[in-house]
């Protein structure tokens, strides 16, 4: 079975501080990792994706990659009210063109 | 501007009434996906379509139908809807090359009594 693992939270950061997301997976041939944010009642939107071992930054966003120990994660610095929100992982088991989520972390960042 | 348009936004209906939720999307992008939202199983694929005439299933394909007879359609079929087919559903959209990047719809909240 496929797996992409996810802390479920409340992960609570206070405001001005670094919240780390994490993120397993399971299958050791995936290729593809995104970051989704969902506002409460909101379609996902794409914050971040990443394909190589190592760090990527976008802004106060920074995604990690270790395919050797198959974890993502993610970063957000400086984090502000308006960054709590449930944080999807997803990988894509690029044999099959899937795209596995996890469950979701739910980020609360207090003022 | 791009995006993903679902229809229905809402929808109750009862057990056994076949329904269609449509989905468009106008940014010519080749792949298209249909997932379920439901709490604590988070979001599970449906079906997938890597381009017109290509499907294949999700995680979750029992009690769903999709075609792919257009590029920028996906249909998202119940033959015969049941209780627990309610859920939240959000169909997406990407470009099929490395990225998979995907642009979600608003989502259509369906109800099965």
């Known amino acids: 079975q496929k797996e992409v693992e996810q802390n479920s939270g409340p992960l609570s950061v206070p405001e001005g501080a670094i919240a780390s997301l994490n993120c397993t997976y399971s299958d050791r041939g995936s290729q593809s990792f995104f970051w989704y944010r969902q506002y409460s009642g909101k379609s996902p939107e794409l914050i971040m994706f990443?394909?190589?071992?190592g760090d990527k930054e976008d802004g106060r966003f920074t995604a990690q990659l270790n395919k050797a120990s198959q974890y993502v994660s993610l970063l957000i610095r400086d984090s502000q009210p308006s960054d709590s929100a449930t944080y999807l992982c997803?990988?894509?088991?690029?044999?099959?063109?899937?795209?596995?989520f996890g469950k979701g972390t739910r980020l609360h960042i207090l003022p | 501007e791009a995006q993903v348009t679902q229809n229905p936004r809402y929808l109750i209906t009862v057990t056994g009434k076949k329904l269609t939720v449509t989905c468009s999307q106008n940014?010519?992008?080749?792949?298209m996906s249909w997932y379920r939202q439901d709490p604590g199983l988070g979001l599970r694929q449906i079906y997938y379509?890597?381009?017109?005439?290509?499907?294949d299933k999700g995680d979750v394909p029992e009690g769903y139908k999709v075609s792919r007879k257009e590029k920028r359609n996906f249909p998202l079929i119940l033959e015969s809807p049941s209780p627990n087919q309610t859920s939240l559903y959000f169909c997406?959209?990407?470009?099929?090359?490395?990225?998979?990047?995907?642009?979600f719809g608003p989502g259509t909240r369906l109800t099965v009594t």
């Open positions: 990443i394909y190589s071992n």
């Open positions: 997406a959209s990407s470009q099929r090359d490395s990225s998979y990047e995907q642009y």
């Open positions: 940014m010519n992008h080749e792949y």
């Open positions: 997803a990988v894509n088991m690029n044999r099959d063109d899937k795209i596995i």
């Open positions: 379509s890597m381009n017109v005439e290509v499907t």
